[in-house]
Every structure is written in structure tokens, then in C-alpha cells.
């Protein structure tokens, strides 16, 4: 004898009332959508391999069925910022294949952390009990130093940028601006993320054309700060990745 529709392997029915006293289950879980936040690091990351490629951490506690799509503020679509597909070799140091030297890495750590303190008064007077940003500026300048290691500096970036992660406009830009300066010391292409969060973060203070102007202004403050060790490279990297950091280089 034939079996009803409802138990067929693999099939769904909106409704089996008149074959079984309750449904079966279906054949596979619905699946979930699991929207997590993602740092602008991990954006750059995820855009890169694909959404299902996120921090360990959460691939491990995720169901099997779950979909993973991370989010960043109201828009939901990941697209790579601040650093390009294809790494910069001239950001790579030397040991690791590149051309870049221990002492230009210094040197764009430190225009970095001008970039990003010279902002930090935007967080701090929103979040004035809220160290982390300001550790973050100090954590990268005491590794330019020699005093602490790469992944010291690294983890107090990670830090900073949580601490942006609650915040709006100015003080969240302020926030990841000295987080992307702090991750200087792992990957020399974020200089130019710690630059371009805190141009944000001043043209997030006056909305509209005025704002557009103050973000110049800072724009070639931070022009003025570069030393002429690496003014040339990091003027080219803003040419070249001005699109995706927002166009805050046209200065």
C-alpha cells in the first residue's frame, strides 16, 4: 500500500490534518540567519573569503544549519574597506616577503597613532571613563619602541574597537581610529584605516558640506605630520585605496 504524501522522505505539506496525528519533521532545518557584528578589520576579512568565513570562535558555537551574515551599521551587505584585495608588497615586511622596513613600519605606526590621538578628545568626552582607545595609542607607540610585542599591540586594537562598537557618529570613529592605529604593528597597510576613521570622526561632528571642509582640513593636518621617510608611500596607498576608505583623501 502506498504511503500517504505526508510520509514521503524529503517531501513538505503546509498541512498533513487527516493522514497523522501531527506532522512529521522536515527532512532538513529551516535555516537561521545568525547576524553577528563585525569589526572593520574583520569586514575587509570576510568580504575577501565570504560570509560563511568568520572568526573561529563563532563558527564553532553556531549550529550546522545556522547562516552566518555579518552586519555593519544599517547596512547589511559586507563590502572590503580600508585595505585592498591584493596586499601592497611596499606594506609587507621584509622578512615576510615585502619591502617594507623595520623602521618605515615604525615610522607609519607612529603617523598612525598622531592621526588617531589627535581625535581621541571626541570618544573621551562621550566615554570619558572608557581607557581603551587611549591605551590602544599608547600600546602601538611602545611597540614602535621595541617595548611590547606585535600581538600585545594587536589585542589592545581589538580592544578599542570593541569599545567603538556601541557608539555612534564621532566617538565611534574616534574609537577605531586609534584601534586600526594599534593593529599598525600586525598589518602596515592599516595606517591608512586609523587616518581615514579619524577624518570620519571630525566630519561626523558637522554633517553636510562644513563637514566635508573640516575632513580636508584634517586631511592635510595629517599631511603635515608624515615624516619624509614614507611621506611618498603612504600619499601613493591614499591614491590608490582613497575609493574604498570612503574618498576621505581628496585633500
Known amino acids: 500500500m502506498e504511503q500517504p504524501p505526508s510520509k514521503r522522505a524529503g517531501r513538505r505539506f503546509e498541512s498533513c490534518r487527516g493522514y497523522w496525528p501531527r506532522c512529521p519533521a522536515p527532512a532538513r532545518p529551516v535555516t537561521k540567519v545568525l547576524r553577528i557584528p563585525a569589526s572593520p578589520c574583520q569586514r575587509s576579512v570576510l568580504a575577501r573569503n565570504g560570509a560563511s568565513r568568520i572568526p573561529g570562535a563563532v563558527q564553532r558555537a553556531r549550529a550546522p544549519w545556522t547562516k552566518v551574515v555579518p552586519w555593519a551599521d544599517e547596512n547589511p ?84 574597537m570593541a569599545a567603538a562598537r556601541e557608539l555612534r557618529g564621532a566617538a565611534r570613529h574616534a574609537a577605531y581610529a586609534a584601534g586600526q592605529a594599534a593593529v599598525v604593528a600586525h598589518v602596515a597597510a592599516h595606517e591608512l584605516g586609523a ?53 576621505v583623501f581628496d585633500c
Open 77 to 160: 551587505i559586507v563590502r572590503p574597506m580600508i585595505l585592498p584585495k591584493e596586499r601592497d608588497p611596499r606594506f609587507i615586511t621584509v622578512r615576510r616577503g615585502g619591502t617594507l622596513e623595520d623602521s618605515d613600519h615604525w615610522l607609519l605606526a607612529l603617523w598612525a597613532a598622531a592621526c588617531a590621538e589627535h581625535v581621541l578628545k571626541l570618544f573621551e568626552s562621550v566615554q570619558p571613563s572608557d581607557p581603551r582607545p587611549r591605551e590602544a595609542i599608547e600600546q602601538i607607540r611602545a611597540w614602535a619602541r621595541g617595548e611590547i610585542t606585535m600581538s600585545q599591540s594587536r589585542a589592545a586594537g581589538g580592544h578599542a
Open 195 to 247: 587616518a581615514a576613521y579619524a577624518i570620519k570622526a571630525v566630519r561626523a561632528v558637522t554633517p553636510g558640506l562644513e563637514g566635508k571642509s573640516v575632513g580636508r582640513l584634517e586631511c592635510r593636518w595629517q599631511r603635515d605630520q608624515l615624516p619624509d621617510a614614507i611621506r611618498e608611500l603612504v600619499l601613493d596607498d591614499q591614491r590608490l585605496r582613497n575609493e574604498i576608505c570612503w574618498s
